[in-house]
């Protein structure tokens, strides 16, 4: 069941559904001031959608034996108490888009709390410090792990926590934000690229990872800015020795 939320009613038939398996909920409501800046997703603040999204995620957590969950949130309302863990016991695909909230990695804790999560799909963070640490608790069965316009602070750290899932077998790492559509010119273009690029003073730590996963079958990195074919000649290699899958592809 899909369902694209700004109003109550749209809640309601939770109340004549039973014993389903996956929901995907999308929470928006397009303001005068998004239409002026479609950067401001953050920013739009209906109290009457806001509503809708803590009263929509309140009914969800009824279904006990959701087994996939998709969470769309274009908005974020920090003075209300959202607790999910253990909300869905059976939970194992979860994929939540955050459009870079700036309380999104408190709410990407509380949602993996408590959930043995086999699949994990992120879109649009920063992904900080406390995020990482709680992936390295909370979901350490993970196979299927894919990061989506995730900006990642510490490659390092990623790269360490990544060694400890024991079960990953699929990694995909994406960029698909194009600086045209977002309205960037000049230096904020050039710094929304920087915002996201990989470090390759550091393509060792990644040459590390590939070499030491045990279950790794596949890796995809797909347009990821500052990285290009020449720089993963070793990961390659690498992966090639070790049977892993390692696609890579950039956009013009």
């Not at 908005?75 to 939970?91: G, I, M, Q, T, V």
């Not at 299927?144 to 750290?157: A, F, Q």
Request: charged share 25%.
């Amino acid at each position: 069941m899909t369902i694209f939320s700004t109003k109550n009613l749209y809640a309601n038939c939770f109340r004549i559904l039973e014993n389903l398996e996956f929901i995907s909920l999308y929470f928006f409501s397009i303001s005068e001031r998004f239409l002026k800046n479609r950067l401001s997703f953050q920013q739009i603040k209906s109290n009457h959608a806001t509503r809708t999204n803590k009263y929509i995620m309140d009914m969800a957590r009824n279904f006990t034996e959701i087994k996939a969950l998709n969470l769309n949130f274009m908005y974020f309302c920090a003075d209300k108490n959202y607790l999910f863990e253990s909300s869905w016991p059976e939970l194992k695909s979860l994929t939540i888009d955050f459009y870079d909230l700036v309380f999104s990695n408190d709410l990407l804790v509380e949602l993996i709390k408590g959930h043995d999560l086999q699949r994990l799909r992120i879109l649009s963070m920063s992904l900080r410090s406390e995020s990482v640490n709680a992936l390295r608790i909370y979901c350490e069965n993970l196979e299927h792990l894919e990061l989506v316009d995730v900006k990642i602070k510490e490659l390092s750290k990623v790269m360490k926590f990544l060694l400890m899932l024991k079960r990953l077998q699929e990694l995909r790492f994406e960029f698909t934000v194009k600086e045209n559509h977002l309205g960037y010119k000049g230096d904020g273009l050039t710094n929304l690229r920087r915002s996201y690029e990989f470090p390759i003073e550091k393509i060792d730590r990644f040459e590390n990872f590939i070499s030491q996963h045990s279950s790794l079958k596949s890796i995809a990195l797909i347009n990821w800015p500052g990285l290009c074919i020449e720089n993963l000649f070793k990961s390659r290699m690498i992966a090639a020795v070790k049977n892993i899958d390692f696609h890579f592809k950039q956009y013009d």
